[in-house]
T-cell receptor, first 115, second 111 residues
C-alpha cells in the first residue's frame, strides 16, 4: 500500500465555480477525515467518516461544502460557489479502528486557489 | 473550547537537543499527539502520550503532564532534515474522533 492519495494535487478555479476533490485512503482503513490548512496554521477539522457514514461535521463546514464516501472506500469533497476565502490546502487522512484515533495518516493534500 | 499554545519558531544547531513545548486547554482529554510537517508535505505522526511521563522513539521523545496540561517534544542529535513544522494536537472534545491542532512550531536546524 502506498499511503493516502489525493487528486488533484493542485486546483485553480474562479470564484463562483464548483470544485471536487478525491481522497483514496489506505486500504482497509475505515476512518476517513478531511482537514483544511492555511499558511502558518495547523490543520482544521472539517468532517469525519466511519465507513460510509458521515459521523461528524465541523461548524466550519458551511452548506457550500459537501463530502461523501459512498462505498466506504474513497471520499470526495465538493465545494460549491467557491469564494476566495476557500483558498487553502485540503488534507485527507485515514486511520484504522484497530489503531488510535490520535494516529492519523495524511495524504499530500489538494491545494486550492480561488481567483 | 479548545486551545493549544506552542512557540511559533525555534532555531537550533545541528547535533544539539531542542525541546518544543505545548500547553493545552480542553473540555475532555484523550492524549496529546505530535506531528511533523515538512514544507509542502503532509503531516506525519510522531508520537502520542495518553498518560503522564516520557515516551521515547529513537531520537524523538514526548512528555506529558496532565496535572499541568503541558507536554513537550524533545528532539535529540538534531539533523538538518529535522527542519520542519511540529504540531501538537488533542482530541477535539468528549466523544470526538478528530484532532484539534495547534498553530505549530517551525524548527530551523542550522549547521
Amino acid at each position: 500500500d502506498t499511503g493516502v492519495s489525493q487528486n488533484p494535487r493542485h486546483k485553480i478555479t474562479k470564484r463562483g465555480q464548483n470544485v471536487t476533490f478525491r481522497c483514496d485512503p489506505i486500504s482497509e482503513h475505515n476512518r476517513l477525515y478531511w482537514y483544511r490548512q492555511t499558511l502558518g496554521q495547523g490543520p482544521e477539522f472539517l468532517t469525519y467518516f466511519q465507513n460510509e457514514a458521515q459521523l461528524e461535521k465541523s461548524r466550519l463546514l458551511s452548506d457550500r461544502f459537501s463530502a461523501e464516501r459512498p462505498k466506504g472506500s474513497f471520499s470526495t469533497l465538493e465545494i460549491q460557489r467557491t469564494e476566495q476565502g476557500d483558498s487553502a490546502m485540503y488534507l485527507c487522512a485515514s486511520s484504522s479502528d484497530r489503531g488510535s484515533y490520535n494516529e492519523q495518516f495524511f495524504g499530500p493534500g489538494t491545494r486550492l486557489t480561488v481567483l | 473550547g479548545q486551545s493549544l499554545e506552542q512557540p511559533s519558531e525555534v532555531t537550533a544547531v545541528e547535533g544539539a537537543i531542542v525541546q518544543i513545548n505545548c500547553t493545552y486547554q480542553t473540555s475532555g482529554f484523550y492524549g496529546l499527539s505530535w506531528y511533523q510537517q515538512h514544507d509542502g508535505g503532509a503531516p506525519t505522526f510522531l508520537s502520542y502520550n495518553a498518560l503522564d511521563g516520557l515516551e521515547e522513539t529513537g531520537r524523538f521523545s514526548s512528555f506529558l503532564s496532565r496535572s499541568d496540561s503541558y507536554g513537550y517534544l524533545l528532539l535529540q542529535e538534531l539533523q538538518m532534515k529535522d527542519s520542519a513544522s511540529y504540531f501538537c494536537a488533542v482530541r477535539d472534545r468528549t466523544g470526538a474522533n478528530n484532532l484539534f491542532f495547534g498553530t505549530g512550531t517551525r524548527l530551523t536546524v542550522i549547521p
